[in-house]
């Protein structure tokens, strides 16, 4: 990798570091505000599903516009939104705008993420494919990693207005960081997409069809995408309460909350890493993920100790990225390439949108004695769902034998 494209790296961390300030900040600050596990849960929904609505739209945006003045005005607005929200709460009070602002901030974290992956081939089209992947993913992982801890850093330093100015700068840092890689590189993205992209003929709603169609359509893909949606339930509801379980119910510091965020995303690593390692089938990958996943619910919602809390949620955000990495291989044998992305577009909406429902079904459980029953209910449900669809996959495949030996 050449020196020169360092800038372009350290823009994807920076980025990813800011966002996992705000990710951590706003469910934490919600609750220490209310002290209402109800708000934490609807800030979370509100805060995630304009998140996912926007991905089928982002992927044929990116199709018109080049994708790296996309990228670029995506992180110079995010800092805009955060001081106009810091602005905004000074002016006029009330914590919805923090919540506002993050809202905004992840939307345009998703035009961020699918413009990047717009622009990956682009940029390193002589390079191996997945050297170029393993180093944007080790940014992002770092910024997972370190994102809670500077954010627990800062809250233990600044309220938390102070926390969100300096997310602001970090944004027009990662801004700064491009724009010195657009100047010192010599790599040209394309400044519009392929004529077969733009051709006039079909209408706007063309990619929005053509996805939805195969989503009906080819075999398999349903069930991935239920897959996915039932694996979701426990990650959303696990997200939602982790600041109000953590530093509520099990009464923890603050520290203690980072601490176990940033356990879960060294777990997340030590569990790539073994299965980069192990070269196990992908069917095998989302059978252990699954089950894990779903057992680690049990316990997280279930244990009336920290520590068993802290095991069912090492657990579950541990085998999420092993999870995804069987989700990923299937949709690849499955979708067509040429219609790869759009139909991913509408996946990733239709895989996500119940993390923000499991958002919003803790601000209907809100009281916390109902919290931890909630938890074990929706990995239960996950677990339904799978043995559902495995069984309803077993009984076709049986039905399709019979069939081809008559």
């Not at 905004?104 to 390193?124: D, K, N, Y």
């Not at 010195?180 to 709603?205: D, E, I, K, Y």
């Not at 939805?212 to 696990?238: C, F, R, S």
Request: hydrophobic residues 55%.
């Amino acid at each position: 990798m050449r020196v020169n494209h360092q800038a372009f790296f350290c823009s994807l961390f920076i980025a990813r570091l800011a966002d996992q300030i705000l990710l951590f900040l706003v469910p934490l600050v919600v609750f220490q505000t209310t002290r209402q596990v109800s708000w934490s849960g609807l800030a979370f929904f509100i805060e995630t599903l304009p998140r996912y609505l926007v991905f089928p739209f982002f992927g044929a945006l990116c199709d018109r516009l080049p994708p790296l003045r996309l990228m670029r005005l995506s992180q110079a607005v995010r800092a805009v939104a955060c001081f106009g929200g810091i602005a905004a709460y000074a002016l006029f009070g009330g914590i919805g705008w923090l919540i506002a602002l993050s809202a905004v901030c992840g939307v345009l974290t998703s035009q961020g993420l699918v413009a990047r992956e717009v622009m990956l081939p682009q940029i390193f089209s002589t390079q191996q494919i997945h050297k170029v992947l393993a180093y944007s993913q080790l940014a992002d992982q770092l910024g997972f990693v370190l994102g809670p801890m500077l954010a627990a850093l800062l809250l233990g330093w600044w309220r938390w207005e102070w926390v969100v100015a300096a997310t602001g700068v970090l944004f027009l840092c990662a801004d700064a960081a491009l724009f010195v890689w657009q100047r010192l590189s010599g790599s040209r993205v394309p400044a519009h997409a392929p004529a077969h992209a733009l051709a006039p003929a079909a209408h706007w709603t063309a990619p929005l069809r053509i996805a939805l169609n195969h989503v009906w359509t080819l075999p398999g893909l349903k069930k991935v995408i239920m897959l996915a949606a039932a694996e979701n339930l426990v990650i959303g509801v696990t997200l939602a309460t982790s600041a109000a379980m953590v530093t509520g119910l099990h009464a923890q510091s603050n520290r203690y909350y980072a601490g176990l965020q940033t356990a879960g995303a060294i777990a997340t690593v030590l569990v790539l890493l073994t299965v980069a390692r192990a070269g196990w089938p992908a069917r095998v990958l989302g059978l252990v993920a699954f089950v894990t996943i779903c057992a680690g619910g049990v316990i997280a919602g279930a244990s009336a100790s920290p520590w068993g809390y802290a095991l069912g949620f090492l657990l579950i955000v541990g085998f999420d990225k092993m999870f995804n990495v069987y989700i990923r291989s299937a949709r690849l044998q499955i979708i067509p390439p040429e219609d790869y992305g759009k139909t991913i577009g509408v996946a990733i909406l239709l895989n996500n949108v119940t993390q923000p429902l499991a958002g919003l079904l803790v601000g209907v459980f809100s009281a916390r004695t109902q919290t931890g029953p909630l938890i074990v209910a929706l990995s239960l449900t996950m677990g339904g769902i799978g043995a559902t669809i495995s069984i309803g996959s077993a009984l076709l495949r049986r039905k399709r034998a019979w069939a081809l030996e008559d």
